[in-house]
């Protein structure tokens, strides 16, 4: 299923694309779409009779904003230098585990949501990433098949980032990754059952209509049972949790002088393949 959430920032409804790609209204068959529905395979199995029932309400898809499509998020780990051609790119020793730092749920907004500039950036930059939404608690798993049954589904995420206050102005990632707007997600949360192998997804990205960033989550480093089962040796990882899983090579930072960095006025699009498509117009914050 492709769920997705619908409306005016903080007033999103419930909705879901059917297999013919109409919009429709869930909001009479669950309250939302966040961790205690992924959680829940009686309301599932609801949202599914109800889709295939093909009787929901249609929506008028035609200027209705679509919203993040997780309510509600409790965390979002991120997963850095996670593919091999970025790590090359931006020479970096390929790690040897995983690289864990947060961003905080508020980065969330929708896929097409504007995205602000940071005052005083001078290096805001570009990342695709495929998004792995939890729905069943995990915590010291023991296989990649323990950590795979514990996915409830995908989605497109771009993890912005400030590489000056990431990397040039001391502590931890932090600071460049928890500015206002930095983590647009969706447009949908594909069912784990729709995505038959997530190591072979395609992942894209273009700045002013430019292609920048062209791979696969074939070059991770760490898969995503492998994310997801170390993850879980470190913290308890929640139905509604989010597992950014890193982006690869062609980011901005990767480029010879000078730089591409984005600024206000710049429109990125991102697409994964089978999990929808989102474009930003950055501005001033």
């Known amino acids: 299923m492709k769920l997705l ?17 109409i919009l429709r209204d869930l909001s009479g068959v669950v309250p939302d779409i966040d961790g205690a529905l992924l959680a829940d395979d009686a309301a599932l199995g609801r949202v599914r009779a109800a889709a295939e029932s093909g009787e929901l309400p249609v929506l008028d898809a035609d200027g209705l904003r679509v919203g993040p499509p997780l309510a509600r998020i409790g965390k979002i780990v991120c997963i850095g230098l996670n593919y091999h051609d970025h790590a090359r790119e931006t020479g970096a020793e390929p790690p040897t585990e995983p690289v864990i730092f947060f961003k905080a749920a508020d980065t969330v907004v929708g896929p097409d949501d504007t995205v602000l500039v940071p005052r005083g ?12 939404v939890i729905g069943r608690t995990a915590r010291y798993l023991e296989s990649h098949e ?25 502590g931890t990632w932090d600071k460049g990754k928890n500015c206002e707007t930095f983590n647009p997600l969706g447009p949908w949360l594909v069912t784990a059952d729709e995505v038959s192998d997530p190591q072979d997804l395609s992942l894209k990205l ?3 209509g430019e292609l920048k960033q062209d791979g696969t989550t074939g070059e991770q480093i760490f898969s995503v049972a492998e994310v997801v089962r170390y993850v879980s040796q470190f913290m308890t990882l929640y139905p509604g949790d989010v597992i950014n899983t890193g982006t690869p090579a062609g980011v901005a930072l990767g480029q010879p002088e ?8 710049d429109v990125v699009e991102l697409e994964i393949g089978g999990l929808g498509r ?8």
């Open 5 to 21: 959430r619908v409306g005016t920032a903080g007033s999103e409804r419930p909705a879901l694309l059917d297999a013919e790609g």
């Open 121 to 132: 950036s001078v290096k805001t930059d570009w990342e695709v990433e495929l998004a792995v």
């Open 146 to 170: 323990e950590a795979l049954a514990r996915v409830a589904g995908y989605a497109v995420a771009h993890d912005v980032s400030e590489r000056e206050f990431q990397i040039e102005r001391g």
């Open 206 to 208: 273009w700045v002013n």
């Open 258 to 265: 000078p730089k591409p960095y984005l600024r206000a006025g």
């Open 278 to 285: 989102q474009r930003q117009e950055f501005k001033p914050a």
